[in-house]
T-cell receptor, first 115, second 112 residues
């Protein structure tokens, strides 16, 4: 099994450009989520989904959109990139959200730079 | 609201000596607590989790953590550090809706 696959690994954008970060999992997990990781701040939740067709905002949702049309895929869209969105982005999934008894499985991250 | 504080941003130990990474949490109810590890340029991997069963939790690679409600702590320990343990470690608490709140991270350096 591939687990959680994120593409691309690296991306450089100019301010105002748009792009989509891709995330796919092959474990039939219902829960999927996007985090951003910034130095000294741990990981902060951007958006999450508890199943196909269901999404919700996390701690830092502004500037990002998500959709969940299938169980496998959970893309993250930046509509108009800003330098403040320079970060490392992680997609994570788990089988269940019931008190997170099942662990989160993380992708290897996308390093995004906005100039 | 739930929160988690990792008391050290950087810990340095010699190979073969004990490891202690400290974590305090704040929660209005009995939380679930986790430790995740991140090796360079990789995603995070679960080390261990506490979900209101035994207070001493054993994880992978010889790590363990003890839940101490009176001290609101969940410190991570390992008796003998290995070079491969060098990584960043995150203490995590679940909030009342099941979302995870991450600490700021502790970088563990292991010297030969």
């Amino acid at each position: 099994n591939a687990g959680v696959t994120q593409t691309p690994k690296f991306q450089v954008l100019k301010t105002g450009q748009s792009m989509t970060l891709q995330c796919a999992q092959d474990m039939n997990h219902e829960y999927m989520s996007w985090y951003r990781q910034d130095p000294g701040m741990g990981l902060r939740l951007i958006h999450y989904s508890v199943g196909a067709g269901i999404t919700d905002q996390g701690e830092v949702p502004n500037g990002y959109n998500v959709s969940r049309s299938t169980t496998e895929d959970f893309p993250l869209r930046l509509l108009s990139a800003a330098p403040s969105q320079t970060s490392v982005y992680f997609c994570a999934s788990s089988y269940s959200t019931v008190d997170f008894v099942s662990p989160l499985h993380f992708g290897n991250g996308t390093r995004l730079t906005v100039t | 609201a739930q929160s988690v504080t990792q008391l050290d941003s950087h810990v340095s130990v010699s190979e073969g000596t004990p490891v202690l990474l400290r974590c305090n949490y704040s929660s209005s109810y009995s939380p679930s607590l986790f430790w995740y590890v991140q090796h360079p340029n990789k995603g995070l991997q679960l080390l261990l989790k506490y979900t209101s069963a035994a207070t001493l939790v054993k994880g992978i690679n010889g790590f363990e953590a003890e839940f101490k409600k009176s001290e609101t702590s969940f410190h991570l320990t390992k008796p003998s550090a290995h070079m491969s343990d060098a990584a960043e470690y995150f203490c995590v608490v679940s909030d009342s809706s099941g979302k995870l709140i991450f600490g700021q991270g502790t970088t563990l350096q292991v010297k030969p």
